[in-house]
């Protein structure tokens, strides 16, 4: 089992930073793949980014465009997600989540990850 909460939403002007937090709880050892995602108002989950434990490699959601940089912290079992150039688009609610099997490579999608946070809001004003 794995628990994860996150931190570090908030309200901020467009063009500012924000640092999300990801605290693991639990068999951390066990995770191959950590990922965040998010879901804006009236529209479906997307993934943001996304991190395989293995090999270290790391993809995110076509919309990133070189703003956001997701990240680990082993001794701290805590996953960040650094967001840049915010922009109005970027609201919504941030999750991350783990998960122990499959596969963590190919379309960035929340299938397959079992444990999943609460969530964190992040508002981006024009």
């Known amino acids: 089992q794995v628990q994860l909460v996150e931190s570090g939403g908030g309200s901020v002007e467009a063009g500012r930073s924000l640092t999300l937090s990801c605290a693991v709880s639990?068999?951390?050892?066990?995770?191959?793949?950590f990922g965040w995602f998010r879901q804006a108002p009236g529209k479906g989950a997307e993934g943001v980014a996304r991190?395989?434990?293995?090999?270290?490699?790391?993809a995110y959601g076509g919309f990133v465009k070189g703003r956001f940089t997701i990240s680990r912290d082993k001794a701290a079992h805590t996953i960040y997600l650094q967001m840049n150039s915010l922009e109005p688009e970027d609201t919504g609610m941030y999750f991350c989540a783990a998960r122990s099997a499959g596969d963590c490579s190919g379309i960035l999608t929340g299938e397959g990850f079992a444990y999943w946070g609460q969530g964190t809001q992040v508002i981006v004003s024009s």
């Open positions: 639990g068999d951390f050892g066990s995770v191959n793949c």
């Open positions: 991190i395989n434990t293995g090999t270290g490699s790391i």
